[in-house]
């Protein structure tokens, strides 16, 4: 009769188990985005990089998956001025803004957002549809979610397919003696990579 007992109550604890179903909120911290570029130059391919400072971004409230979260999160900025990049050199700085990022459409106006999400909440892959200087582009990306809620994407698109040639041709110019390899060779890199980061809060309860 006790075994019979203890059968019952094993079996309704284990129904109830699975009954219980784990849901999950995410939130974004629109403040903790942070945007940031690499550039490359020599034949070496050394990286120059530097920091989007005037990010705006939009988020939900609450979504209940992580792709949710992320389909419905879009950034913008403009780089109406030298100020709006950080590379931690003023003079590069100014460089950039001078012979690249103001040949471009509408002081290089951007917008961002996540689409074809695919993964888990430990990692994955995802596309940002990256519109700048007037056109658009798909821009393949992996992103990782640590247990701390640190967010991180990265990826990276050919300048030229975003019609950024004269931008390019004018910065590999004005820098065509600072781009010089140990071989000799000036080389400004066509590849522009990308890092998206913040922190996304998860909380998990039963219903």
Same mark, same amino acid.
């Given at each position: 009769?006790?075994?019979?007992?203890?059968?019952?109550?094993?079996?309704?604890?284990?129904?109830?188990?699975?009954?219980?179903?784990? /849901?999950?909120?995410?939130?974004?911290?629109?403040?903790?985005?942070?945007? =940031?570029?690499?550039?490359?130059?020599?034949?070496?391919?050394?990286?120059?990089?530097?920091?989007?400072?005037?990010?705006?971004? /939009?988020?939900?409230?609450?979504?209940?998956?992580?792709?949710?979260?992320?389909?419905?999160?879009?950034?913008?900025?403009?780089?109406?001025s030298v100020k709006k990049s950080d590379s931690g050199n003023p003079a590069?700085?100014?460089?950039?803004?001078?012979?690249?990022?103001?040949?471009?459409? =509408?002081?290089?106006?951007?917008?961002?957002?996540?689409?074809?999400?695919?993964?888990?909440?430990?990692?994955?892959?995802?596309?940002?549809?990256?519109?700048? =200087?007037?056109?658009?582009?798909?821009?393949p990306m992996t992103y990782k979610l640590a247990d701390d809620g640190a967010?991180?994407?990265?990826?990276?698109?050919?300048?030229?397919?975003?019609?950024?040639?004269?931008?390019?041709?004018?910065?590999?110019?004005?820098? /065509?003696?600072?781009?010089?390899?140990?071989?000799?060779?000036?080389?400004?890199?066509? /590849?522009?990579?990308?890092?998206?980061?913040?922190?996304?809060?998860?909380?998990?309860a039963q219903k």
């Amino acid at each position: 009769m006790r075994i019979s007992k203890i059968l019952v109550a094993s079996l309704f604890i284990s129904t109830s188990a699975l009954a219980a179903k784990t /849901e999950c909120i995410y939130q974004l911290d629109p403040a903790s985005v942070k945007v =940031n570029w690499t550039a490359f130059k020599t034949t070496e391919k050394v990286a120059v990089q530097g920091t989007v400072v005037d990010v705006k971004v /939009e988020s939900p409230q609450k979504s209940k998956s992580l792709k949710a979260l992320l389909q419905k999160t879009i950034g913008s900025g403009s780089f109406d001025s030298v100020k709006k990049s950080d590379s931690g050199n003023p003079a590069r700085d100014q460089t950039v803004y001078d012979k690249f990022f103001s040949l471009l459409a =509408n002081h290089a106006q951007f917008k961002g957002t996540f689409s074809s999400v695919k993964g888990d909440d430990a990692a994955g892959t995802v596309t940002l549809m990256l519109s700048v =200087n007037q056109k658009k582009e798909g821009v393949p990306m992996t992103y990782k979610l640590a247990d701390d809620g640190a967010f991180e994407a990265t990826g990276s698109f050919d300048m030229l397919s975003l019609g950024m040639q004269k931008a390019h041709e004018s910065i590999h110019t004005a820098c /065509e003696v600072l781009h010089k390899g140990k071989d000799g060779v000036s080389k400004t890199w066509t /590849e522009l990579a990308l890092k998206i980061s913040g922190m996304i809060k998860k909380e998990c309860a039963q219903k």
